[in-house]
């Protein structure tokens, strides 16, 4: 059985919804199609600025006796455009520190269907500046589950 990241996704994706000050951030709460501007994978055309992007990166799984343990990484994206002050970094900020004040050591508020979390821990951020003036603010998350054999 290999890593499910389905329910991996969903427990991603509930603790965003139940943060609602990221949901402010990125201007939410929204319609609920949209996961209030949070995508899976990758962003719409022409979207509503700000937005979050989330992705799978890859995961190892180890098994003991009587444990499967899954370390997966996942890659968060922020996205921002301010035509009038392209180079104002503020909003982009604000929506990386309420991304990271839900996630960082969230495996209290996450919860995956059939595993425990053990632990969630940020990695490595960038910003990357695009041609058309939208600011990106990428991290990723080291989520660490098990469940029993």
Do not use: C
């Not at 190892?60 to 035509?83: C, G």
Request: charged share 20%.
């Amino acid at each position: 059985m290999g890593y499910d990241i389905s329910a991996h996704t969903v427990g991603i994706t509930n603790v965003f919804l139940n943060d609602a000050t990221l949901l402010a951030a990125l201007g939410g709460p929204g319609d609920g199609v949209t996961q209030e501007r949070l995508y899976d994978t990758k962003g719409i055309q022409n979207p509503t600025f700000p937005y979050a992007v989330f992705q799978f990166i890859g995961s190892v799984t180890e098994r003991t006796f009587d444990k499967i343990i899954e370390l997966a990484n996942w890659q968060f994206s922020m996205f921002h455009q301010d035509l009038d002050s392209p180079l104002d970094k503020t909003t982009i900020n604000d929506i990386f520190n309420k991304l990271t004040d839900a996630y960082d050591d969230a495996e209290a508020t996450m919860a995956v269907a059939g595993y425990s979390v053990t632990w969630v821990t940020r990695g490595p951020s960038f910003f990357l500046p695009t041609e058309d003036n939208t600011q990106q603010l990428t991290t990723t998350y080291s989520i660490r589950t098990e469940k029993s054999r």
